[in-house]
């Protein structure tokens, strides 16, 4: 696909990188990806099954990854002080991060869109639920959690011997790999020779090494959304895998909890990742969702206009 470019995009103002797949007639589905990842990472074939099943997939570069805005004249962030409480090192919060996206609705024309988040993305777009409920025809919380620091921890074991990502490409692009491979599905292949080409791009689209970090003491700085989440009257999915190291599989059955009526779908093998083979399993989950909540919409609708004749 074509990759295009808006700008001033939401309060902030913002430039949104964005690449659309599948018939701009069918339902619309805005796809946010997490912590620093860049909307590639939302792969291609993935978008495809999306749209082979009737949905029109917009993937975006969220702020501060790839081609879209970065903000590196902020504060420098402090993740282990915001994770000791002192926040004052956030550039900007979730709440900011949910404007770029519905400012990118509103920019590209949209009223509403189906929101499917993963991630740090997954708390994006609750975000946008909680805050802008008219703007969110439904939710697909993937691999995330309610902000609650009591579920939905990361196993840092995993991680820790990783060290550093170095700041040159070839450096980088290894170290990518081993990270993704050390919080991937163990009920599935990993694509290492997949995984360097992304991080090679992603590399070559925007390396911003701070941008996960802002992202993250942001998501540090808004707090528990549980009470929140607790308000929505919306269509909603969880996402999770069972053997997810980076976002413990606690964080979405909380998060299935707390949001009334929603689905909960927990997948044995799945870790934090997006393995090809469940591609066609994830992809269909979401659009019974999206059928649901439209088929709800027009039946709304429908008992709307019959009460008005």
Do not use: K
Not at 128 to 150: C, F, H, K, W, Y
Not at 186 to 200: I, L, N, S, Y
Not at 287 to 308: C, D, I, K, T, W
């Amino acid at each position: 696909m074509n990759e295009e470019t808006v700008r001033d995009v939401g309060p902030a103002g913002i430039t949104v990188a964005y690449e659309r797949f599948g018939d701009p007639l069918a339902p619309l589905v805005l796809l946010i990806m997490g912590g620093g990842a860049q909307m590639i990472n939302w792969p291609e074939g993935f978008c495809a099954e999306l749209a082979e099943r009737g949905l029109y997939v917009i993937r975006f570069d969220s702020r501060d990854t790839g081609r879209s805005s970065h903000f590196t004249d902020g504060p420098v962030p402090d993740l282990g002080a915001a994770l000791a409480g002192d926040l004052s090192s956030a550039a900007y919060t979730l709440s900011d991060m949910a404007a770029d996206t519905v400012g990118l609705l509103d920019a590209l024309g949209f009223r509403t869109a189906h929101l499917v988040g993963a991630s740090l993305g997954g708390m994006v777009a609750q975000t946008v639920a909680i805050e802008r409920p008219d703007r969110v025809r439904s939710l697909t919380s993937m691999m995330s959690t309610t902000g609650d620091r009591a579920v939905g921890q990361p196993d840092l074991a995993r991680i820790a011997g990783l060290g550093r990502p170095p700041d040159e490409r070839a450096g980088f692009v290894d170290w990518q790999v081993r990270a993704l491979e050390a919080v991937s599905s163990p009920g599935f292949a990993f694509d290492d020779a997949a995984a360097a080409q992304r991080a090679g791009l992603a590399y070559d689209r925007g390396h911003d090494p701070l941008g996960i970090v802002r992202q993250s003491v942001a998501a540090l700085a808004s707090g528990d959304r549980t009470a929140r989440l607790r308000s929505l009257r919306l269509p909603a999915l969880v996402l999770h895998g069972v053997a997810d190291v980076m976002c413990d599989v606690s964080g979405g059955r909380a998060t299935a909890a707390a949001i009334p009526g929603a689905e909960l779908v927990l997948i044995e093998g799945m870790g934090h990742g997006l393995p090809r083979e469940l591609w066609p399993r994830l992809a269909g989950h979401i659009a019974g969702l999206v059928r649901r909540a439209e088929q709800g919409a027009g039946e709304r609708s429908n008992l709307m206009s019959g009460l008005g004749g």
